[in-house]
């Protein structure tokens, strides 16, 4: 069966600090693979989406970036952290188009 | 484009309730719609979707949606509300041609005992 893991659970840094999440989905091959923020504990925004190893599309302009380095693995990064990117960032997999996704337990940002 | 919308912030309801979460989307084409849950600090998790054919969907935990393509609603629903069905709920909506998920805003289910 697939599963999928992000980590770390939370995370607390300092303003201007990198940032790298990352996650991993087991047990299946070449899914889409998404980042979603949420903020407030409420709505869900698409931060990242991709379809192939190289493949990023990115939703929302902002301080954050994406990449997928192997097919089954997905980072969030940012070179300088701002107070507006705390949250909780989820990470998500499907297959094909339309997607049914699958999320990770997701990683509470907390930027200070 | 393609949108959803959650009318409601909170709904709450007495447990052995009847509970009805409410969602209505907008999609150029056919749409696909789907259900999932949110326990507090935890990722969601997928409850039922509509993708073609009978518009009463049933899903996991005893829930299932009704598929409206006239009033494009697609709401929530359980006979029986129990306390651990108390989440976070979102609708989601995409079409046949895309990658992305369109989520709602969330609605948040208080049942009491």
């Known amino acids: 069966s697939q599963t999928i893991h992000q980590w770390p659970a939370t995370l607390v840094q300092p303003v201007g600090s990198p940032l790298s999440l990352e996650c991993t989905v087991e047990?299946?091959?070449?899914?889409?693979l998404y980042w979603y923020r949420q903020a407030a504990g409420r709505g869900l925004q698409l931060l990242f989406y991709?379809?192939?190893?190289?493949?990023i599309s990115s939703e929302v302009p902002q301080n954050l970036s994406a990449s997928r380095p192997q097919d089954r693995q997905f980072i969030l990064s940012s070179k300088k952290l701002l107070l507006s990117d705390s949250g909780f960032y989820l990470c998500?997999?499907?297959?094909?188009?339309?997607?049914?996704?699958?999320f990770g337990q997701g990683t509470r940002l907390t930027v200070v | 484009a393609q949108s959803v919308a959650q009318p409601e912030d909170q709904v709450n309801v007495a447990e052995g309730n009847p509970l009805t979460v409410k969602c209505t989307y907008s999609?150029?084409?056919?749409?696909?719609l789907f259900w999932y849950v949110q326990y507090p600090n935890r990722g969601l998790q997928f409850l039922l979707k509509?993708?073609?054919?009978?518009?009463l969907v049933k899903g996991s935990y005893g829930f299932e949606a009704e598929f409206n393509k006239s009033q494009t609603s697609f709401h929530l629903k359980k006979p029986s509300a129990l306390v651990s069905d108390s989440a976070l709920y979102f609708c989601?909506?995409?079409?046949?041609?895309?990658?992305?998920?369109?989520f709602g805003a969330g609605t948040t289910v208080t049942v009491r005992a």
């Open positions: 998500a997999w499907g297959f094909g188009a339309p997607p049914e996704a699958f």
């Open positions: 991709s379809v192939g190893i190289g493949q």
């Open positions: 999609v150029s084409g056919n749409p696909y």
């Open positions: 989601a909506v995409t079409d046949m041609d895309d990658y992305k998920l369109s």
């Open positions: 047990g299946t091959s070449n899914p889409n």
């Open positions: 509509y993708i073609t054919g009978d518009n």
